[in-house]
């Protein structure tokens, strides 16, 4: 299994940006898909995750009515709409995927290659 991220880019704050991951090969294995991100000297985040049905979903508290996750199983993509941006969500942002729902980026086993998002104030 391989994930592509994409979507990144520069915007100012209050502005939006629509993340794209796509899961190419047998992806049945991971029932969950998150997403998370790294900025500069920091650990890597929690942001959010979708199971594969899409009928659950699970948010960092700083992003909740900012960010969705949604996936479309017919592409094998998954997204992550950020609307509202602000300046501390300027990080890199990868995808993953689990057998398991769980904000602990060691239980996913497959990552994308990140995608940077810079938010300017």
């Known amino acids: 299994v391989q994930l592509q991220a994409s979507g990144g880019g520069l915007v100012q704050a209050g502005g939006s940006l629509r993340l794209s991951c796509a899961a190419s090969g047998r992806t049945f294995s991971n029932s969950f898909m998150g997403w998370f991100r790294q900025a500069p000297g920091k650990e890597r985040e929690f942001v959010a995750l979708?199971?594969?049905?899409?009928?659950?979903?699970y948010y960092t508290e700083s992003v909740k009515g900012r960010f969705t996750i949604s996936g479309d199983n017919a592409k094998n993509t998954v997204y992550l709409q950020m609307n509202n941006l602000k300046p501390e969500d300027t990080a890199v942002y990868y995808c993953?995927?689990?057998?398991?729902?769980?904000?602990?980026?060691?239980?996913?086993?497959?990552w994308g290659q990140g995608t940077q998002v810079t938010v300017s104030s």
């Open positions: 993953a995927a689990a057998p398991v729902s769980s904000s602990d980026p060691a239980l996913y086993g497959i």
């Open positions: 979708i199971s594969r049905t899409g009928g659950y979903t």
